[in-house]
Structures are given as structure tokens and as C-alpha cells.
């Protein structure tokens, strides 16, 4: 039984930090790309960063590049991200997703975390507001 877990959602003021777990069970994400996606009301749904498990390679979307920060952490098999100097329009459902076919190589080529994975969480909230 493959699962993925966000936690670490929640309201926080613009300015503001939190960070997100995804934690998985039933299969090692050793061998696997993780990507956090968001999609907020009215829009498509965006990869916001993604990380290769194998080579430890990270994509982040223009947008998030130098507040967010993803890792991994292979002994926990949890995925985090660290969002720092939060802004309103970050407000969105946060998801963790896996895939095998996706890699490091191809987040730097394509500037993208891809499209499709295998697995999917099931979304923990992220409101950024006054």
C-alpha cells in the first residue's frame, strides 16, 4: 500500500515561515523524484519544486526560487518543504507527489517538475494572510 502524507499546512501572516512534511509508506522514495505541486482556486495546478531522491538534484519555479528550500530525508522517507518570507499569493492546497520516471536531469532540461506521477497526497492547505 503505497501513501503519501502532507502535513504542516496552515494560516500564517505574509512574512511568515512554515514547513511541509510528505511523508510516505509502503515504498522507499529512494529511487524516486518527489515534486510538491499547489493549486490555488481559479488556477492550473503548478509545480512549485521537485527534487531527484537519487541524485539529490532540485527544480524550483521562479516564483518560490530563493524562499522555498526542498530536501529529503532518505532515513525518515519524508520529503519536506521549508517556506520562509511567505507571501498571499502562495496561498493554495500544497500537494506531495512521487514518480520513478521523472529526474534531476530532466527538472534542470525541462525547468519543470513534470506533469504526471504515479502517487499523489492528499493535500494539506497553505493560506498565507493578514
Known amino acids: 500500500q503505497a501513501l503519501l502524507v502532507e502535513s504542516g499546512g496552515g494560516l500564517v501572516q505574509p512574512g511568515g515561515s512554515l514547513r511541509l512534511s510528505c511523508a510516505a509508506s509502503?515504498?522507499?522514495?529512494?529511487?524516486?523524484?518527489l515534486a510538491w505541486f499547489r493549486q490555488a482556486p481559479g488556477k492550473e495546478r503548478e509545480g512549485v519544486s521537485c527534487?531527484?531522491?537519487?541524485?539529490?538534484?532540485?527544480y524550483y519555479t521562479d516564483s518560490v526560487k530563493g524562499r522555498f528550500t526542498i530536501s529529503g530525508d532518505k532515513a525518515k522517507n519524508t520529503v519536506y518543504l521549508e517556506m520562509n518570507s511567505l507571501k498571499p499569493e502562495d496561498t493554495a492546497v500544497y500537494y506531495c507527489?512521487?514518480?520513478?520516471?521523472?529526474?534531476?536531469?530532466?527538472?534542470?532540461?525541462?525547468?519543470?517538475?513534470?506533469?504526471?506521477?504515479?502517487?499523489w497526497g492528499q493535500g494539506t492547505q497553505v493560506t498565507v494572510s493578514s
Open positions: 507527489a512521487a514518480d520513478l520516471y521523472w529526474s534531476g536531469s530532466y527538472f534542470l532540461r525541462s525547468q519543470t517538475c513534470g506533469n504526471e506521477y504515479d502517487y
Open positions: 509502503g515504498f522507499t522514495l529512494d529511487l524516486y523524484a
Open positions: 527534487i531527484s531522491m537519487r541524485d539529490g538534484l532540485t
